[in-house]
């Protein structure tokens, strides 16, 4: 139950800064933004987390409602990753 308090706050401050600063500059009318749960797959050893923290992000940045990926698509989610940034 700790995780909701602590996603409340992170999402309270990223707002606060964004609605405070960002959006200013921009230009941009700001929404809210809300927090919601998502079935998010686990990744099954110790050593995938990134790929999984930066896949996950970029489906949620890109609105993505499907977080369908599993611990067996996790080296070609390496390679795609490794070669964007390389690229």
Do not use: M
Not at 1 to 20: D, G, I, P
Not at 23 to 30: I, N
């Amino acid at each position: 139950v700790w995780y909701k308090t602590y996603c409340k706050l992170v999402a309270y401050l990223l707002e606060s800064y964004y609605s405070q600063v960002v959006h200013v500059r921009k230009g941009e009318k700001f929404l809210r933004w809300r927090v919601s749960k998502a079935a998010f797959p686990k990744q099954e050893n110790g050593d995938d987390c990134g790929i999984f923290l930066i896949h996950g992000a970029a489906c949620i940045a890109f609105n993505s409602s499907s977080f369908a990926w599993k611990q067996s698509d996790v080296n070609y989610l390496r390679r795609f990753y490794a070669g964007y940034l390389l690229a």
